[in-house]
């Protein structure tokens, strides 16, 4: 293993265990301590699919400390690349939703107060995710374990599946479907979603120059962040899968763009743990409920071993009370009189 390689290795260990525990923690206090409202649903999505996310990298992180060797089938294979792609193409269309909302609240605020709803939102998301996993469908299809000359089982596309009936030329083939995949990530998960989002925010500016309102949003500079966060994470990725798919074979650039993909897919993952930390400092109420939540759980975790504590001192007293009564109503007991003038005798 090189040193690339523990770098990498030692990136995505670390990765992946900040990452579940700060999406966790968004998704708990989000989903149970925070009220209802737009806002809040659009976090909660964003931070479910990071959340989705940082679970598959410990399984990532195990395939690379084992020399780039799967050894959990081929099923799991593609449930595990299918969740990388997913949260992509999730993360891509809720920014460019949001932007879309935020878009709308200022261009068309009477229209937004009488139509902008928790329910509608929903529903939105609900659309985004369909659409997302129908998206990560030929990604699923087409991943599958290649067994190596040397041992190694690799964990990567396989697009010489579910070839069609009529005659074909297989190289010519699996060339198409390599260049799809990779220009259908490319414009549905990152450019499309960009140019909304570009757009929209350029609307926003140009409608609030004009009236002369420079009112800071809270939310906007968090939006921003977050799609800065965005785009600098997973520039890299489609970068390096595009100059791999264009470039000749065997030209240096394919050969670098390989050596760099397996970086650029963490700095991809990356995206999910950074965006945890811009809702925390972007959102100093939701850093407030953070601290009152846990300080809650601590507190409701200390009164029940307190009231534990309690009850068993209180079972242990009342264990002594009645043991003391008995004792006292034994020897209160009175003699009978046959037993006391049989007594009297035998001492006469």
């Given at each position: ?116 709803s928790i329910h509608l939102v929903r529903k939105i998301c609900g659309v985004i995710w ?63 979603p960009l140019l909304i989002i570009i757009l929209s925010y350029a609307a926003v500016n ?143």
């Open positions: 293993m090189t040193s690339l390689n523990v770098f990498t290795i030692f990136l995505h260990g670390l990765f992946s265990t900040i990452g579940i525990v700060e999406n966790l923690l968004i998704v708990g206090v989000v989903g149970f301590y925070v009220r209802r409202s737009v806002i809040s649903i659009w976090i909660l999505n964003l931070a479910a699919s990071d959340l989705l996310a940082t679970a598959s990298l410990p399984f990532f992180t195990l395939y690379m400390a084992r020399g780039n060797t799967w050894t959990m089938g081929p099923t799991f294979c593609r449930i595990h690349s299918s969740v990388f792609f997913l949260n992509m193409f999730v993360s891509g269309f809720l920014l460019a939703a949001i932007s879309m909302d935020r878009c709308l609240m200022v261009l068309r605020p009477v229209w937004a107060q009488n139509h902008r369909v659409l997302a996993v129908i998206c990560t469908v030929p990604f699923y299809m087409f991943r599958d374990t290649i067994p190596l000359p040397t041992g190694h089982i690799l964990c990567y596309y396989n697009y010489a599946q579910f070839l069609p009936s009529e005659p074909y030329n297989l190289e010519s083939l699996c060339k198409q479907r390599k260049e799809g995949l990779a220009f259908m990530r490319l414009f549905l998960a990152f450019l499309i140009v409608s609030l120059a004009r009236r002369g309102c420079r009112r800071p949003f809270r939310f906007v500079r968090l939006v921003v962040a977050v799609v800065v966060s965005f785009v600098l994470c997973w520039a890299p990725y489609h970068f390096f899968i595009i100059a791999e798919v264009m470039a000749p074979s065997g030209d240096r650039l394919q050969t670098l763009a390989a050596k760099a993909l397996p970086v650029a897919a963490t700095i991809g993952f990356l995206n999910s743990v950074l965006n945890p930390v811009l809702y925390v400092f972007s959102c100093p109420d939701l850093c407030s409920k953070i601290r009152h939540s846990l300080g809650a759980v601590m507190e409701s975790v200390l009164a029940e071993d307190l009231a534990e504590l309690a009850r068993r001192r209180s079972t242990a007293r009342s264990s002594i009370n009645t043991s003391e009564i008995v004792l006292r109503h034994k020897n209160s007991i009175p003699v009978p009189m046959e037993e006391q003038e049989h007594t009297e005798t035998v001492s006469n």
